[in-house]
């Protein structure tokens, strides 16, 4: 068996130096100077406002995350969104937060003169994607991956449903163009908003399907905190004395029906009493138990009362509204996570190589559920259809069959190694700052404006410059289509002409034979 594995040895070369440190007269001196690593940010505006129409919540998280990092770098970071989220949170406190109830928006900074840069965690609200990648949320038979589909498929999804989209979005366009104009931005036509700017995706290929972006699209994802909330000694003696334990979370900001939350218990039940699963807890966030039936009756025909439940007085489920949810994954006895596929949860379970079950409710969590699906580390349920037989067959799969916990393996590595990019994010964004010293023009108030397309004209590629037409060389390549098809027609012209010059010459010849042959034979 080794020696099927011979080819995997890395051969390191070292080549040694050996000129390194040369002797001279007794005193070591080195030939070698340390590189400068930093620049001068003596004159870099420092003041960063970072807007968003979230407010608290998971999904705020991740950005917060770098504000972090660009704090301990000397930058002055202010949150504005609405809720009361840094003062209240533990990890983000020192950002101060300016609470509002109105929409941050790009034109602010167009009008401003700043430098922006956007953020977000999923590609298909913000960039036209290639058609290969389409996503549940634009109709039936659109997917993450397009790549088996049928003829009739591609065209609804790349087609039919992105001009439907345009066509319903026309009004809010018009809308917002209009208002736009009233304090002189200027217009845009994509409804998704401005992506004529720097983005930074908290994402990454292998959960992401693969295509190229383009530069102004910079992945740097998953962003997550150095540090979480630790299990308390309760739920620590749980999962330690429950080896084969399921963690259900359905997100912090959504809810399924009542019948489906009943489902999901009933399920849980079943799974510890047919002793597939030995543990459940659950986190139950925004829903209220009191929805639920007022029993729950087993297939054995054990009657369980949920109040028994809900007071956490059955010996192998425990609930709980909120759960420290990474502490609870990086726990060896989590065995699988059912999830609502949020993408704050799907990277950390990627991250703790928890195989998943995942329940999707709307925006982003269909599509998140096909690529989890795809890596092989996951299986995915269906809320309109919730079915207790289908959650039991899926979770005995997902934990006897090994694969989903090899693929699992496999994410986390990418989700480790990828983990370290939030810094790449903190330096992009001081890229954007230290250009600005640049590019920018001092107005008369002393404050420095910037046009940001002159800004970002190193990422922006040429091709959007050009128009449709040669940016995607259509004219080029339309020529050459016309040039390869005169070139075939006049060659298959030229031999037609000749097949029929050398038939007409053959028949004429035979003709003439034959009257000589049928002559002669008169004669
Ligand atoms: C930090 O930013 C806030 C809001 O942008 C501003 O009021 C404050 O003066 C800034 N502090 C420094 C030291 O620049
Ligand atoms: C936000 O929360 C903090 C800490 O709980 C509190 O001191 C502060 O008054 C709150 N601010 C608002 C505007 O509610
Ligand atoms: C499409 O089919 C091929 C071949 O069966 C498979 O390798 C690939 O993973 C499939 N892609 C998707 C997105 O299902
Ligand atoms: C986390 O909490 C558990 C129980 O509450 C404790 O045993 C453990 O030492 C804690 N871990 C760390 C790293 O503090
Ligand atoms: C839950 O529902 C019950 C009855 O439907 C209600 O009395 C209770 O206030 C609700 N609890 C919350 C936290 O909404
Ligand atoms: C469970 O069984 C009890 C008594 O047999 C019955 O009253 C109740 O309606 C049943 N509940 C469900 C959810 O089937």
Redesign the pocket.
């Known amino acids: 068996m080794y020696s099927k594995l011979w080819y995997l040895a890395i051969f390191i070369i070292l080549f040694i130096n050996t000129n390194l440190v040369t002797e001279t007269n007794g005193a070591k001196k080195t030939e070698f100077i340390q590189r400068e690593l930093d620049i001068d940010k003596s004159d870099t505006p420092k003041n960063i406002l970072v807007g968003s129409i979230l407010g608290g919540v998971s999904h705020l998280n991740p950005i917060l995350e770098i504000c972090k990092i660009l704090v301990d770098r000397g930058y002055n970071v202010t949150l504005l969104a609405p809720g009361n989220f840094t003062a209240t949170s533990t990890l983000y406190r020192s950002i101060p937060q300016i609470i509002i109830d109105n929409f941050a928006c790009f034109d602010l900074a167009w009008k401003l003169k700043k430098p922006v840069v956007g953020y977000t965690s999923g590609t298909t609200y913000f960039t036209p994607p290639p058609p290969i990648r389409s996503d549940p949320i634009m109709g039936r038979g659109c997917h993450v991956s397009m790549e088996n589909e049928s003829f009739y498929n591609r065209f609804i999804c790349a087609v039919v449903q992105p001009l439907r989209a345009i066509w319903t979005f026309q009004d809010s366009l018009n809308n917002i163009n209009a208002i736009r104009a009233e304090v002189g931005v200027s217009k845009d036509h994509d409804f998704r908003g401005r992506t004529d700017t720097l983005f930074l995706l908290d994402n990454f290929f292998g959960f992401e399907v693969p295509t190229a972006w383009p530069p102004l699209h910079q992945e740097i994802g998953p962003i997550l905190p150095d540090i979480f909330p630790?299990?308390?000694?309760d739920l620590?003696l749980f999962l330690s004395t429950h080896p084969r334990t399921m963690y259900i979370a359905l997100g912090s900001c959504i809810f399924t029906t009542p019948e489906n939350y009943a489902t999901i218990l009933q399920s849980a039940l079943e799974l510890i009493h047919q002793n597939i699963l030995d543990g459940v807890i659950w986190a139950t966030v925004k829903f209220n138990e009191s929805e639920l039936p007022t029993t729950f009756n087993l297939s054995n025909g054990n009657i369980i009362p949920t109040s028994n439940l809900i007071n956490n007085l059955h010996p192998h489920i425990y609930i709980m509204k909120y759960a420290p949810q990474f502490a609870i994954l990086s726990h060896e006895n989590t065995k699988v996570f059912l999830s609502h596929g949020g993408v704050g949860s799907s990277h950390e379970s990627m991250y703790t190589a928890t195989p998943m079950l995942v329940l999707p409710i709307v925006f982003d969590q269909p599509g998140n559920a096909e690529r989890l699906e795809l890596t092989g580390m996951a299986l995915k349920l269906s809320k309109f259809d919730l079915k207790v037989d289908d959650i039991i067959s899926k979770v005995e799969r997902l934990l006897n069959e090994e694969s989903f916990k090899t693929n699992a393996k496999r994410m986390q590595v990418l989700a480790k190694f990828n983990s370290k990019r939030k810094y790449r994010g903190a330096d992009l964004i001081e890229i954007m700052l230290n250009w600005a010293k640049y590019d920018g023009n001092k107005n008369e108030n002393g404050e420095l404006e910037v046009d940001i397309q002159t800004l970002l004209r190193s990422w922006i590629t040429p091709d959007s410059r050009m128009g449709f037409i040669r940016g995607n060389y259509l004219d080029v390549f339309g020529a050459a289509l016309i040039i390869t098809l005169v070139l075939f027609i006049s060659l298959g012209y030229g031999f037609y002409k000749v097949v029929l010059f050398a038939f007409r010459k053959w028949s004429l010849r035979s003709r003439e034979s034959h009257q000589r042959l049928s002559k002669a034979k008169n004669e």
Not at 230 to 233: E, R
Request: aromatic residues 0%.
């Open positions: 630790n299990l308390s000694s620590d």
